[in-house]
């Protein structure tokens, strides 16, 4: 379909014009203007910490509702906004871009494109936010597509088809800006895609590097993939990746293999499915990996945000990666090298009794998919999932929403390929408050429910934890006033003591709270700002 039919502009007439001009080393000095929010996690690092520190532990029950937007999708609210100089970017389901005036919640202007009919993201046409350089916005599309629009007017600049929707392909992330390009990876392992990250030119849309996240024949690690299983089997993106300066490297999660829940026709590890690549950020060169779940039959994507940091290691500065995985185990790595320093479970696991020296799970007998159905624990939807955690520097914790106790019944069945189809494998049944369907987790009335959970990277122990009556898809954000915010699906959106996990403050929004709160400061006022069922709330100090 011709782009010009695709896309259409509505234009709000305000007051004063908007301006940005965000350079990439303005992303890379996040730290320096905290003001401001100006990549998805917050920095490349993706740590979501703020160095904003008005709101603080003594005063932030006195926080009270600033403004409202009200999307007009009704479909899940996953994006976290951009903050720059007062101007604030946001993205409603499925693809529109949105201009909003960060202190009084005013529309400057919308752009909206409409999705190909053949776009089938497996769950929800969704989309978690924009990328910023210079003037423009860019944004990854439901149906696959890499869309550039101008950050002061809302006009089209281009329009790339990154692959095609009608084999499954999609895109929900935000991009990330590294230099001069925009780096996007593909979703729709649930088709059997070939999944990849690529990189474009930022100012002509024009693809710069590929980097398959399955390696083809004749590749290092094809040899992973029993027969030809390889040509269809996922590995997709749906998390934005983080980048280091110093190393030049960007780190991206890597989905399930396909199918799913069988693994019967793909015998191997199944490579790079299920781990965090470490990619040249100039070439899309593979420098090293990591695989968390060798061979997946539990559909445990890897595609959490990798999140960065320097600290003490055994004494010594060490420069780490710190993932908890929907797997249930939470990891340190060495972001240079890729070695694994440490990993320990945060919830319940069965399918594995722990994990090698080296890393490796070892798989626990008779817990894997079965014709018969076999509880294992956690789910699919994982002790976590694609929410953001949060790392603070000035407690040194890592902190993570997880559900604890839930479990499903893991069945597997045949399955073959066919070009824009579910392929999946199985169809892992449970009972939920009472509702019965594929992949909805079962919850104990004695141990299942959802928490906050701080962890101590240099054990991997337990330091507190947050307990909530239902299960939480809301990321993390940590502040310097040693501030946590998160919520939850019960629809309250709360306050925390980031070092003893006390409950401060909450509120009650009235609808499910599935984003990463931010944080920012316009005219000496700091603005908290997360979402409830299809609408983005602001708070502040009185």
Same mark, same amino acid.
Not at 103 to 130: D, H, M, Q
Not at 281 to 301: C, I, R, S, V
């Given at each position: 379909m011709d782009t010009m039919f695709r896309g259409t502009l509505f234009v709000v007439i305000s007051a004063c014009a908007l301006h940005a001009q965000v350079t990439f080393d303005r992303i890379l000095r996040a730290d320096k203007e905290p003001q401001n929010w100006l990549t998805y996690s917050g920095s490349t690092q993706s740590q979501r910490y703020s160095l904003l520190t008005q709101i603080t532990p003594s005063n932030v029950g006195n926080l009270k509702a600033q403004w409202a937007?009200?999307?007009? @999708? =009704?479909?899940?609210?996953?994006?976290?906004?951009?903050?720059?100089? /007062?101007?604030?970017?946001?993205?409603?389901?499925?693809? +529109? &871009?949105?201009?909003?005036?960060?202190?009084?919640?005013?529309?400057?202007?919308?752009?909206?494109?409409?999705? @190909?009919?053949?776009?089938?993201?497996?769950? *929800? #046409?969704?989309?978690? /936010?924009?990328? &910023?350089? *210079?003037?423009?916005?860019?944004?990854? =599309?439901?149906?696959? %597509?890499?869309?550039?629009?101008?950050? #002061?007017? !809302?006009?089209?600049?281009?329009?790339?088809?990154?692959? $095609?929707?009608?084999?499954?392909?999609?895109?929900? %992330?935000?991009?990330?800006?590294?230099?001069?390009?925009?780096?996007? /990876?593909?979703?729709? !392992?649930?088709?059997?895609?070939?999944?990849? &990250?690529?990189?474009?030119?930022?100012?002509? *849309?024009?693809?710069?590097?590929?980097?398959? =996240?399955?390696?083809?024949? *004749?590749e290092p690690g094809n040899e992973t993939w029993a027969a030809d299983s390889w040509q269809h089997g996922g590995a997709s993106v749906w998390v934005t990746g983080s980048y280091d300066p110093e190393s030049n490297l960007t780190y991206w999660g890597i989905g399930n293999p396909g199918p799913d829940w069988n693994g019967d026709k793909r015998g191997g590890d199944n490579l790079y499915s299920d781990c965090v690549?470490?990619?040249?950020?100039?070439? /899309?060169?593979? $420098?090293?990996?990591?695989?968390?779940?060798? %061979?997946?039959?539990? +559909?445990?994507? @890897?595609?959490?945000?990798?999140v960065m940091a320097d600290i003490k290691w055994l004494g010594q500065p060490r420069k780490v990666?710190?993932?908890?995985?929907?797997?249930?185990?939470?990891?340190?790595?060495?972001?240079?090298t890729g070695k694994f320093l440490q990993g320990k479970p945060f919830v319940k696991v069965t399918w594995a009794k722990g994990l090698d020296e080296a890393g490796r799970p070892m798989r626990t007998s008779g817990n894997e998919p079965t014709a018969e159905g076999t509880v294992i624990y956690p789910s699919p939807t994982g002790g976590t999932n694609w929410w953001s955690p949060s790392f603070s520097p000035r407690t040194g914790l890592f902190y993570v929403s997880a559900w604890e106790g839930v479990h499903a019944t893991f069945t597997k069945v045949e399955s073959e390929y066919d070009e824009g189809k579910r392929y999946v494998g199985g169809a892992p049944q449970a009972t939920r408050q009472g509702v019965r369907g594929p992949q909805v987790p079962k919850r104990s009335d004695e141990d299942g429910y959802g928490v906050v959970r701080a962890i101590d990277p240099q054990t991997g122990e337990k330091k507190w934890e947050f307990k909530m009556n239902d299960v939480t898809a809301s990321g993390i954000l940590t502040t310097a006033s040693d501030l946590l915010f998160t919520g939850g699906r019960e629809g309250y959106f709360q306050a925390l003591d980031a070092r003893t996990g006390k409950l401060l403050w909450r509120t009650n929004a009235g609808g499910d709270i599935a984003m990463g709160p931010m944080t920012y400061q316009i005219n000496g006022k700091q603005y908290v700002v997360f979402s409830a069922g299809s609408s983005l709330f602001s708070y502040a100090l009185p």
């Open positions: 937007f009200q999307a007009r @999708s =009704t479909e899940k609210f996953e994006a976290t906004p951009l903050v720059v100089d /007062g101007a604030m970017y946001l993205t409603q389901a499925p693809n +529109d &871009i949105v201009a909003l005036d960060a202190a009084t919640g005013e529309i400057k202007w919308l752009y909206s494109y409409s999705p @190909s009919r053949e776009a089938r993201p497996c769950c *929800g #046409r969704v989309n978690r /936010g924009v990328a &910023i350089l *210079g003037n423009t916005l860019y944004m990854a =599309t439901i149906d696959a %597509h890499l869309i550039a629009v101008n950050a #002061r007017t !809302g006009e089209l600049v281009w329009d790339k088809e990154v692959a $095609k929707p009608e084999a499954g392909y999609a895109m929900t %992330h935000a991009p990330l800006i590294i230099k001069d390009k925009v780096i996007v /990876g593909t979703a729709g !392992g649930e088709y059997g895609i070939r999944g990849f &990250i690529a990189a474009f030119d930022a100012a002509t *849309g024009n693809e710069a590097w590929r980097f398959y =996240t399955i390696p083809g024949k *004749g690549v470490a990619l040249d950020a100039d070439t /899309g060169k593979l $420098k090293w990996y990591f695989q968390f779940t060798p %061979h997946d039959d539990f +559909d445990y994507d @890897s595609v959490q945000v990798p990666m710190m993932w908890a995985n929907r797997n249930g185990f939470f990891y340190v790595l060495d972001r240079n």
